[in-house]
């Protein structure tokens, strides 16, 4: 029995650049605030983009590089470039008072939780 092989090498490249390669991250609750800690070997902290916005935290790394060979009149030059997300969502985080840090390619965000609540008033 003959199998198909046809699109074989099709597969091959499209699951290559289909995989996702997600950065891994941490999320707990600690001291009264949530606590995301992400691994970005290699990364610094200007690669990295951190929004709060409707409750979503979104982390963002993007890296850019040229690789040059042969400067004067370069023969090879290739650029890779790099980006990746990630989104959480959180409820009653405290938004004025989010904390961010790097160290060593480990990212730390602080969310303040905020125990505040509304009192509404019956008209």
Not at 41 to 62: A, W
Not at 104 to 116: C, K, M, R
């Amino acid at each position: 029995m003959m199998q198909n092989t046809q699109n074989f090498p099709t597969d091959i490249i499209e699951s290559l650049l289909t995989e996702h390669h997600d950065f891994k991250v941490d999320v707990y609750e600690s001291n009264g605030a949530y606590q995301v800690i992400a691994e970005l070997p290699g990364y610094s902290k200007d690669d990295v983009t951190i929004q709060f916005e409707d409750k979503t935290l979104t982390i963002r790394v993007t890296q850019t590089s040229t690789t040059t060979e042969n400067q004067d009149q370069y023969l090879i030059r290739e650029r890779n470039s790099n980006e990746q997300s990630r989104q959480f969502i959180f409820k009653n985080v405290d938004k004025e008072n989010i904390k961010a840090t790097m160290e060593d390619g480990i990212l730390s965000v602080e969310l303040p939780i905020n125990h505040t609540k509304t009192q509404i008033n019956i008209d």
